[in-house]
């Protein structure tokens, strides 16, 4: 399997921005909603938003109106735009399927917020 190849982490303040990229091979992302995922330290991995194929999407109840989610179906690539970043959304952010269903994961993208 390939993996999504995630990037665009880093360090930022506390209602900071960043935007996330995915890059994802093309028989993965022509045919399946993609997600953001992320997992703090010490917790397990959460979903933070999904988007269709056909550009539908939803999201997290604690991201909503800070987070969005879009693609580039002619890159096959999603990306994930945060803002007014929060010290308790540090975590590394990984992209994958929705409904995950044992794809191999990425390296993911460390998000790193200082308050």
């Known amino acids: 399997q390939v993996q999504p190849v995630e990037s665009g982490g880093g360090l930022v303040r506390a209602g900071g921005s960043l935007r996330l990229s995915c890059a994802a091979s093309r028989n993965i992302f022509s045919i399946n909603t993609i997600a953001w995922y992320r997992q703090a330290p010490g917790k397990q991995r959460e979903l933070v938003a999904t988007?269709?194929?056909?550009?539908?999407?939803n999201y997290a109840d604690s991201v909503k109106a800070r987070l969005t989610i879009s693609r580039d179906n002619a890159e096959n690539t999603v990306y994930l735009r945060m803002n007014i970043l929060k010290p308790e959304e540090k975590a590394v952010y990984y992209c994958?399927?929705?409904?995950?269903?044992?794809?191999?994961w990425g390296q993911g993208t460390k998000v790193t917020v200082s308050s």
């Open positions: 994958n399927v929705f409904p995950y269903d044992g794809h191999s």
């Open positions: 988007i269709s194929r056909f550009g539908r999407t």
